[in-house]
């Protein structure tokens, strides 16, 4: 194939804590979200189940793309826009962030000299465009470089990698505007109790007992159960309406956590569907999310879950592969609870450097470079 006929495009394919996918600088990509999108499938492969003409790895949780700009907010460093690239729809949904993919915007932002590191930890604000909300990363930089080597695990990615410390400050209602979108710590939706919650991520918290599973099942069990998925998905639709999201059928929020009492000395068992499929681990936000929910006063986590009533907490939440620790700074006031700071610890690592190349006939390139970042809805190619 000749070189016009294809166009190269600077990516860095990064590991964000259990995710992966390319991250581009946004002056590399086109300005306008139909165009990008288009781009970004054609970069992935999508739709296609095995994605396999292009780098998506066949799964939502490899089929992420971030794309990364410096800021001129004031004290933020770097903007984030997280795109979630359907597997086998033709459909770039940046409705949700991404609180792992989030792991590998500082390093990213650093090694492509959005930052300037310093010695030992380079902490690195982060605006995600796609919640309006700020994350602030502790980056390891001994001697003003980024490392990826270091001592910490997480469940679902083998060996140890360096420790990411994320805070996130605001991450309260951060689609639905509130905590709590119906104002409620429990709600009823065809006849089951769930707690709709957005802590980073809007979640409906459901009782694994109350669709008679008991929350340890595997998840390759849960994802061939037709039943469950399609139950899953009728009170998804309903719990999308109640959070004021809309119509949810093509939208991946909200995602679905089923709790159960732990099994490993944690404070929650969680099986975590996004939406479709139930995801190996859980995703940081969703983590952030229902262990919110389990610090709420009357949330469907109460008699299942019991956390020491301090300032400071930490949540243990078990998944599939491990357990996902969050702390919380929260206060209760007048009924109402706040979140003031949540944080908990990633790793990431860089893989691999290079030009990543798309049919030219989805775009030619280039002329040249805007400053603006790339807002978007969900678009149909
Ligand atoms: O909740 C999965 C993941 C996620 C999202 C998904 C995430 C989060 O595990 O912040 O990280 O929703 O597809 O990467």
Redo the contacts with the bound molecule.
């Keep these: 194939m000749s070189r016009a006929s294809q166009t190269s495009i600077p990516c860095t394919l990064m590991r964000g804590?259990?995710?992966k996918g390319p991250f581009f600088l946004a002056s590399d990509l086109p300005s306008d979200g139909p165009t990008r999108d288009r781009v970004l499938l054609a970069a992935m492969g999508s739709p296609d189940p095995r994605q396999i003409d292009g780098v998506g790895g066949a799964d939502?949780?490899t089929s992420?793309v971030a794309i990364v700009s410096r800021s001129s907010r004031p004290g933020i460093d770097v903007e984030y826009v997280f795109a979630?690239v359907s597997v086998d729809r033709p459909l770039v949904d940046v409705t949700?962030?991404?609180?792992?993919?989030l792991a590998a915007v500082g390093p990213f932002a650093i090694e492509r000299g959005l930052v300037a590191p310093t010695d030992p930890i380079t902490s690195v604000t982060i605006y995600m465009v796609n919640t309006g909300t700020v994350a602030v990363a502790h980056v390891p930089t001994p001697g003003g470089e980024v490392t990826y080597a270091g001592g910490a695990a997480i469940a679902g990615v083998p060996g140890t990698a360096a420790a990411i410390r994320i805070d996130f400050r605001d991450t309260t209602g951060s689609v639905c505007g509130a905590l709590l979108p119906t104002g409620n710590a429990l709600d009823q939706l065809d006849g089951i109790e769930a707690t709709l919650i957005d802590n980073?991520?809007p979640m409906v918290v459901l009782r694994a007992s109350d669709f008679g599973k008991s929350g340890y099942e595997a998840p390759a069990e849960l994802n061939s159960d037709q039943k469950l998925k399609a139950r899953l998905e009728a009170i998804r639709i309903l719990a999308g309406e109640r959070m004021g999201l809309g119509d949810v059928h093509s939208k991946?929020i909200p995602?679905i956590t089923l709790i159960a009492p732990p099994q490993s000395g944690g404070h929650v068992m969680t099986r975590t569907f996004?939406p479709h499929k139930c995801?190996p681990?859980?995703?940081?936000?969703?983590?952030v999310t229902v262990g919110t929910a389990c610090v709420l006063p009357g949330s469907v986590a109460y008699g299942i879950v019991s956390v020491q009533d301090e300032p400071v907490q930490q949540v243990s939440i078990e998944h599939p592969s491990g357990e996902f620790s969050v702390e919380f700074q929260v206060e209760h006031t007048g009924g109402e609870t706040k979140v003031i700071r949540s944080s908990l610890i990633r790793t990431a690592r860089a893989l691999f450097r290079g030009e990543l190349l798309v049919p030219a006939n989805v775009w030619v390139g280039k002329e040249s470079r805007p400053s603006a970042d790339v807002p978007g809805t969900m678009q149909h190619a």
């Design positions: 804590g259990t995710s939502p949780l992420k979630q949700p962030t991404c609180g792992n993919m980073g991520m991946v995602k996004i995801h681990a859980i995703g940081v936000l969703m983590a």
